[in-house]
């Protein structure tokens, strides 16, 4: 079957039927965790352990206040998953930068070109790993804005396309490297998400796990087929209100592809999860958590809907 992403609907099919848009390459996660120096979380961050348990962080709700049309409305066109995943989740905790002090404004929503096309290869789908160390030593950041050397105010996959084949240019790599990612860290556990979203700092997920394109009228969807997808977690809720366990909001990137009961508001093309898809979700080695200083400091975080703003 031909990869056909016109439409979210199209999308969905694509990945039900095998398309492989994320390899997590278990060789390179052990190369890149050899060079960092917070290669895990949980050792990493080991004073925030516990800091999430009985909170609910709903992360996506500072940066809307930035780009209101997060989530939904610049979805995938190629097999670019693991870029949009990389950056929703570093925009995402951009936002909890700005909240807290450590960066002065917002300018415009990160681009996903230059991570896709550093994987490497000319064909479609991306290393989980090898976007996390792009944006933290082989490249960095750039943003939706007119370079002069590229233009990158408007989502364009053949940019990242072509790039994947010939090599990201070496002005662009100069220009991503002035904003690198300070550290990144792997993800292992339940308890390590929970405790990362409820400081501010979203997750970058690379599974086999696929869902329903319904959500029930909590806003949460059911284990359905398998993708080979990347998807960001946003926000977090540990409060056993609706069921006696941690449930996690992610945020696709396909577009308005699903529908059904919402909770918290959460943003469209976005779904729940239950705690024990979430563990799957995560015993493969491909989630990551983004942090713009040395460590993962304690962070505020609005806790409640009617705290965000």
């Given amino acids: ?111 996903v070109e230059a991570i896709y096309g550093s994987r490497g290869h000319g064909g479609q789908g991306m290393s989980c790993s090898v976007a996390s160390r792009f944006v933290h030593q082989n490249g960095g950041i750039l943003l939706r804005k007119d370079y002069g050397f590229v233009d990158l105010s408007k989502y364009n996959s053949k940019i990242g396309t072509k790039w994947g084949r010939t090599g990201v240019p070496s002005e662009v790599k100069k220009e991503a490297k002035k904003h690198q990612v300070k ?11 929970r405790d990362a979203i409820a400081n501010g700092y979203a997750i970058s997920v690379c599974s086999g796990y696929g869902f329903s394109s319904r959500r029930n009228s909590n806003g949460i969807s059911s284990r359905s087929g398998g993708w080979a997808h990347a998807m960001a977690w946003v926000a977090m809720d540990d409060t056993h209100e609706v069921y006696k366990e941690t449930l996690f909001l992610v945020q696709n990137s396909w577009g308005v592809w699903n529908g059904g009961g919402k909770m918290h508001d959460q943003p469209d093309g976005s779904f729940w999860i239950r705690e024990k898809d979430a563990r799957g979700m995560l015993s493969g080695g491909g989630a990551w958590v983004y942090s713009d200083v040395d460590g993962f400091p304690a962070r505020k975080v609005e806790w409640t809907l009617d705290e965000v703003f």
């Avoid at 409305?73 to 570093?90: I, K, P, Y």
């Fill in 1 to 111: 079957m031909e990869p056909d992403f016109s439409t979210p609907a199209k999308t969905l099919k694509t990945y039900r039927a095998g398309f492989v848009g994320m390899e997590c390459d278990l060789e390179d996660v052990d190369n890149l965790l050899g060079e960092l120096k917070h290669p895990v979380f949980g050792a990493a961050a080991y004073e925030l352990s516990g800091s999430g348990e009985g909170k609910l962080a709903l992360l996506y709700k500072a940066i809307q206040k930035h780009d209101p049309s997060f989530g939904y409305d610049e979805r995938q066109t190629t097999g670019d998953c693991v870029s949009h995943s990389t950056r929703n989740a570093v925009d995402v905790t951009r936002c909890h930068e700005i909240l807290n002090g450590e960066r002065e404004e917002w300018v415009a929503r990160g681009a």
């Fill in 183 to 193: 550290t990144i860290s792997n993800i292992r556990t339940v308890e390590e998400a």
